[in-house]
């Protein structure tokens, strides 16, 4: 055995081979090493589990090559979305819109004035740029831009309730995706949390009761990602917004009014048969502060976006936490191409890619889907056909929501569909699916135009 871990060629050797050196095209030296040094990890394991009896240097050669063929140049790759899953966590959620992007590209390119004011010419505030905007757009006083919507809520609770009350409706005590979960969040605050009413009922009253010196906040969270149906009853922001300015009289204090909304949607989607809370909305209710997400149905990049009244607004921005949930200047300007595209409302539908998904008619579907399984047809070794199906919103918007959709499915020879599944998932491109009833399936909601062509080329290299 001893004498196998000897015919092991050295890296230096291996880095001479002309095949080897080939991928210097391709890669960094140190990436090479790194593949090198796994295969010969790999090698030695099975020749201490006698799994290998003889060393063969050209199948040596041939497996390096092999894992470098599997490697990415980049970790961060680009994914067919096949899922009808539209705001896919898993998958980057929300797509850029092309103002969005173009308007990256040139901050991230060039200098800019992400804090320094031109008029003024000294110092000035990152959070300037996107302010007035969103302001405009959802009817508040003033608002706050953050790294992720968690980092809001806990901003938030921080800034105003340590070490006071936090009042929350039982039924509204979530977990997310990634273990968010609010209690959590409510205690690495500092503050306390207190339960009020069950999981399926909360009355005015729970929230009455439970209302003493030390409270600080009511907070109502929008259940983003699952929902109680039957014998329920919660209470509503005006409701809430009316027992705050009762206590205030009473208390001599204020009871800060919050809601933590989720997914951000500041359109009205009821055109396409969905009913999701505006963010708008709650502005109008009276509620002080509302939260939201930059990257579900608004459409834009990972952000946690706060609005609400301006005084509370400034205090937020003097928060010494402020620092640690600063977003960055590409944020910032995807999020003001993002917010320019909603100016017009039925411009955003057609050019922000989240909104343009949920938007499209069954026809348009139906359409697209025949278009895609007739140029597989003519594949070898390669059928498929258009059947219905059912998309999804995703990130944790309106989960009980199904949009009729159309998908084509894909049979490779007389592979099973986890077989193809695999096969498809790692090509250069990946290509991303999901198998129901044993076929393999690729949604076209959520299918780019520029994806039907890799589509096609990669089917056509697997099916010889």
Partial sequence: MSDLYREIPQVAKLLELEPIRAYLDRFYLPEIKQVINYTLSEIRNRIKNNEIKEIKHTDIINLIIENLEKKRIYSLTKVINGTGTIIHTNLG???????AVMHVVEICTNYNNLEYDLVKGERGSRYEHVEGMIAELVGSESCLVVNNNAAAVLLCVTAFAKGKDVVVSRGELVEIGGSFRVPEII?????ILKEVGTTNRTHLTDYDKATNENTAIYLKVHPSNYQIIGFTN??????????ANKKRKELGQHIITMED???????DLSSCGYKESLVSDSVKSGIDLVTFSGDKLLGGPQAGIIVGRKILIDKLKKHPLLRAFRVDKMNIAALEG???DYYEEDKAKKSIPTLKMIHYSENELYQRATTLSDRIKGIENISSKVIK?????????????????????ISIRNYPAYEIEALLRNQEVPIIGRIVNDMF??????????????IVATLERVGR
């Fill in 93 to 99: 959620r929300s797509l850029l819109s092309e103002t």
């Fill in 441 to 454: 399936i690729l949604d076209v909601r959520t299918l780019l135009d520029s994806d039907i062509d890799i």
């Fill in 389 to 409: 199906v059912n998309s999804t919103i995703g990130g944790g918007s309106l989960p009980q929501s199904q949009l009729p959709s159309y998908g084509v499915t």
């Fill in 338 to 340: 993002t917010l320019r």
């Fill in 187 to 191: 205690e690495t605050s500092g503050a």
């Fill in 234 to 243: 919660s209470v509503s922001n005006e409701e809430i917004v009316k027992l």
């Fill in 261 to 267: 909304l989720g997914s951000g949607c500041l359109i």
